[in-house]
């Protein structure tokens, strides 16, 4: 995804695209616009044939990326594989360059139009997913076997990198920079030969492919995310969205798919194994992409259809962003976990809004019936809650709830209270929980708030809330 603000820039009154394209023969008047996105993508006809112009601003990639992709692409074109050309351009030039002046230089680059017709997933009958597999397996045999010239694609270490430079413009995104040091040191043991490991689309999903019915194969577009990376990647990216739908109809396409795929190069079963953690990947670097498009886009200066799309990439971010935070898991409290749970901390500034130590709750809980829960994420025991009955109106509540003082700020409250809240209620089958915290406790006042904790008293020391629940 390229910057917002080179978007606004670069489609402005179309006059980067008029300029380039110049460089071009093209018959006068059929230049139109068509999408923006990694780049921006205009349609032209050149003696009535149409063709593509496809140019990025300096800032989104650099010419050696460029002219390693056509490199490649011409490499597989002349080994059969079928994805569109390139077309020189009038100075002999596959990559353009032009600069604005205070908006510096545009990279263009023209395609030639692919045969055939998309196919959405829907219309995809089970042979053309196998042919989809086969198409992509026969890509990577190639891949093997290529030797990049001067201008190499970057790596998937070199894309971690570039994660790790956007996420140090944003310390608050503690979680996506644990994810990425986790996902480091698990692709860091994989092995890094021939067999597995090479040139990449990392893009190969439907929308980068037509489909040509009376051959019965793929024409493969779009090689400008390509890297060097593992191939299970590139199967994943693939089948991404089929991988989230995880319904029945989804699952064989992605059978049908591996199946195609298998017949063409082998795929062992440790490799599907592993595509969550390619996933991880690819959601980390999508997430990198999307918060450095969105930054220094200015709200106010940028036409509307540019403000709604900040948005929508901004909402992304937030599902991707939850998916760094792990897993909370509620357990019994015995004579395995007991003592580990008692010397779980608040930080030194909490004690007094959390004053109580964990001995104590389970102390109180052994003797006044309340339930002790430990929280644990990963194996790894985090924190620590306990909630009981009223028995004078059956509401319940949370009578303690802390996130050990090693792993707070890192989304893992919020995670953890959802948890219990949803175990109180399944359990329980209660219409309200209560709780109750110290005036002075804002943090969780903000946390309550924002879960739909509303406020029904308060004294000069604390405030009571409430949670209404649907039955």
């Known amino acids: 995804m390229m910057s917002l603000k080179n978007m606004v820039r670069g489609s402005e009154n179309d006059s980067v695209a008029k300029q380039l394209i110049e460089s071009w023969e093209h018959d006068t008047g059929s230049l139109k616009f068509w999408r923006a996105s990694s780049n921006f993508i205009y349609l032209f006809e050149r003696s009535g044939v149409q063709h593509f112009l496809r140019f990025v601003h300096e800032e989104d990639n650099i010419i050696g990326n460029i002219q390693a992709e056509l490199e490649f692409m011409q490499y597989l074109i002349a080994s059969g594989f079928p994805t569109v050309s390139p077309v020189i351009s009038n100075n002999g030039n596959w990559v353009e360059t032009i600069r604005i002046a205070n908006h510096g230089r545009y990279y263009g680059v023209v395609f030639e139009q692919a045969k055939g017709v998309h196919l959405s997933l829907e219309q995809m009958t089970d042979q053309q997913a196998e042919q989809w597999g086969k198409s992509l397996g026969s890509m990577h045999i190639l891949s093997e076997s290529y030797i990049p010239g001067t201008a190499k694609r970057g790596s998937w270490l070199d894309a971690l990198t570039f994660v790790s430079s956007v996420?140090?413009?944003?310390?608050?995104e503690k979680s996506a920079r644990q994810e990425l040091e986790q996902v480091l040191s698990l692709l860091s043991k994989l092995p890094t030969d021939a067999k597995h490991m090479g040139?990449?689309?990392?893009?190969?999903?439907?929308?980068n492919l037509f489909y040509v019915e009376e051959e019965s194969h793929f024409f493969a577009i779009d090689f400008d995310d390509a890297m060097t990376h593992w191939y299970a990647m590139d199967i994943v990216s693939a089948i991404s969205d089929l991988l989230e739908q995880k319904d029945d109809k989804s699952q064989r396409k992605i059978d049908h798919f591996l199946s195609g795929y298998r017949s063409i190069r082998p795929l062992d079963e440790g490799w599907v194994q592993l595509f969550p953690l390619f996933q991880r990947f690819s959601d980390l670097y999508s997430f990198a992409h999307l918060l450095r498009s969105v930054k220094d886009m200015d709200s106010h200066l940028s036409p509307e259809w540019a403000v709604q799309l900040k948005g929508k990439l901004l909402?992304?971010?937030n599902r991707i962003r939850e998916r760094f935070i792990r897993k909370i898991e509620l357990r019994p409290i015995d004579q395995a976990n007991w003592y580990a749970c008692t010397q779980l901390e608040v930080t030194d500034d909490q004690k007094n809004a959390f004053p109580v130590?964990?001995?104590?709750?389970?102390?109180?809980?052994?003797?006044?019936?309340?339930?002790p829960l430990a929280l644990y994420s990963e194996?790894?025991?985090?924190g620590f809650s306990a909630y009981a009955v009223d028995p004078t109106d059956g509401s319940y509540y949370i009578m303690a709830f802390m996130i050990d003082r090693k792993f707070q700020s890192h989304g893992l409250g919020r995670l953890g209270l959802r948890e219990l809240i949803g175990y109180i209620k399944e359990k329980h089958n209660c219409d309200k929980i209560m709780l109750v915290h110290r005036l002075e406790n804002e943090r969780a006042s903000n946390l309550y708030v924002s879960l739909g904790f509303q406020e029904v008293n308060r004294d000069e020391r604390e405030v009571t809330r409430e949670l209404r629940l649907s039955k």
């Open 167 to 172: 996420l140090q413009c944003h310390p608050y």
């Open 379 to 382: 194996e790894q025991l985090i």
């Open 199 to 207: 040139l990449i689309h990392y893009d190969f999903e439907t929308d």
């Open 315 to 317: 909402k992304v971010c």
């Open 357 to 371: 130590p964990i001995v104590y709750w389970l102390s109180e809980s052994a003797y006044c019936g309340f339930t």
